[in-house]
């Protein structure tokens, strides 16, 4: 009886073990997605920069832009720091006020290489201007970036992605809508 508690001891330590393993790389993989997503627009700003005269507001703006990426990188790489959370499945959410039409923004920002890149026409229409709300805006960032990066990749050249942000009752609704090939019923 007691050879059996621990057998069972060790059988539960081993698949506590595999799925905090699993956790991790499921953790280091979408980070490592993730972290790609600000280096397009970083080297679109790069490229501009070496192969342009700007002027003030110009360079101002592209200023910027990079200011962003590099932020939104900084916050990745902070969750790469704090891997000892993944290992127990927790994802540290840091909510605090923040606009939807921003977030989105940056979202837009992120993708935009890859948009101009294939020729697709991106529409943003906000029907909710001014909406804020407590989030974690690098996650949903992260998120609006990952629907557009999939809609720009999977729509044909040329093609035509649509953004619209609303408010239904007490809830903000951001919706991507393209003209790709889509998803299979079941794989949504």
Known sequence: DELKRVQQALEDSQASLRAADQHKDQFLA?????????????????????????????????AEIIERQVGHMRELVEDLVDVSRVTRGLVALQPRDARLADVVAAAVEQVAPLVTERRHALDVTDHAPG???????TRITQVVANLLHNAAKYTPHDGVIEVV???EGDQAIVRVRDNGIGMDAALI
């Open 30 to 62: 979408t980070l490592a997605h993730e972290l790609r997503n600000p280096l397009s627009p970083l080297a679109s700003v790069a490229q501009l920069l070496k192969h342009g005269s700007h002027d003030a507001a110009g360079v101002q703006r592209l």
């Open 131 to 137: 909406l804020a709300l407590v989030m974690d805006p």
């Open 165 to 167: 942000l609303e408010r």
